[in-house]
């Protein structure tokens, strides 16, 4: 038997329903917002991720889906912001009036390591605003993302993590900060992150391996470097917050893991649901849009993501959808009554109401038992009297009374 590839999933009826009441809310926040809907290509060359993601960055040395293609090379979208600036850029987005509001939910591809809340293909609700650089502006996005976990009963089972990484005023003495802290603990620094120290140590903070995350703990924060913009900037972000009542705390150790972030980063961060705890992340980059291409244009989004925000709502016991069942199951005797219910379950369709009847040739037992185990509201029985004299008994599932209708005028609405 051919198996699905590793760390994909397959969603069934079963589960769609929270799906898409999810994606529904998540729609009617960002809409609230003035976020518009975009949809991306699934893959983009590769140029784009390497140089919009990060060349440092996991993403793009170990978890990108990369293909040849002819002389170039493509990638399966490891996020959704490059793709998002791309299409900012070469459709002129950016000669429009500010801010510009994107949102997405959309499916993207790492080749990580398969684990619960980790997985190869995974689904993200993400939004994306260019050409606002207020505090403002990163409040509203925070607040939208804290308004969607609010809705789907996530509010106090998720902390707000906010820091700021600095600009590139006032990131170089940070860094250097940071290189000399590291530097002196080497010896006990893993593998990655002595590789980290050479090429990216603002990563260094965003190690998982404990020994390292100890000595992480302690380092210089980079919220005790920043210059007078961003600490001003900073401090109005952190005032609208609890002027909207989102309560939040200042976490140093949120670096995020994509390369173009600059001042604000923030995470929504679930408790126990271990090591992907985070459900939202997101952040200011404000270099992205000039970096690809396009004007000097900053930006501010998150990414959430949605098997995170279900497996939270789950061991929190939170299940506000239950599956669609039929107003009315009719049971039928034979061929002609077959096709009598069926025309009577169709003209109920065309009323806008969720109908069987007995597709498979059940016994007149068997059909009642199926009707039972749907959660019919009413059942109807059909033989050839009750097409005869045009009546037949309508049966409330759940008192048991039953009550003569007439067919040819009945209806459940
Ligand atoms: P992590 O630290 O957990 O690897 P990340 O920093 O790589 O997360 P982002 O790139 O910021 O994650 O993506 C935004 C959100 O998308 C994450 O907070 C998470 O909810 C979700 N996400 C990221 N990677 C995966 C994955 N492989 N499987 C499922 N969800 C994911
Ligand atoms: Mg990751």
Known sequence: MIQKIKGTMDILPDETPLFRYIEGIMREEAEKCGFGEIRLPTFEQTELFVRGVGNTTDVVQKEMYTFKDG??????????????????????????????????????????????????????????????????????????????????????????????????????????????????????????????????????????????????KEAPRTVDSLCSDCQTHFDALCKSLEAMNIPYEIDSSIVRGLDYYTGTVFEFVADGIGAQSTVCGGGRYDGLVESLGGPKLSGIGFGMGLTRVIMTMQQHGISPVSPAKPRLYIASLGANAQTFALSIVSRLRQEGIYAECDLVGR???????????????????????????GKANLRDMASSEQKEVLLSSFSLS
């Open 71 to 216: 002389d170039g090379s493509i990638s399966l979208r490891p996020e959704g912001t490059a793709g998002t600036v791309r299409a900012l850029i070469e459709n002129g987005k950016y000669g429009d009036a500010m801010p510009q509001k994107y949102y997405y939910i959309m499916s993207c591809f790492r080749h990580e390591k398969p684990q619960a809340g980790r997985t190869r293909e995974f689904f993200q609700f993400g939004v994306e605003m260019f050409g606002a650089e207020t505090p403002a502006a990163d409040a509203t996005v925070i607040s939208l993302a804290y308004s969607v976990l609010k809705r789907l009963g996530l509010e106090g089972h998720v902390k707000l993590h906010i820091n700021s990484i600095g600009c590139p005023a006032c990131r170089p003495s940070y860094k250097s900060a940071l290189v000399d802290y590291f530097t002196d603990k080497k010896a006990s620094l893993c593998e990655t992150c002595l590789e980290r120290l050479q090429k990216n140590p603002l990563r260094l903070l965003d190690c998982k391996v404990p020994s390292c995350a100890a000595i992480a």
């Open 363 to 389: 016994s007149l037992k068997a059909q009642m038992k199926y009707a039972d185990k749907i959660g019919a509201a009413y059942t109807l029985i059909i033989g050839d009297t009750e097409i005869e004299t």
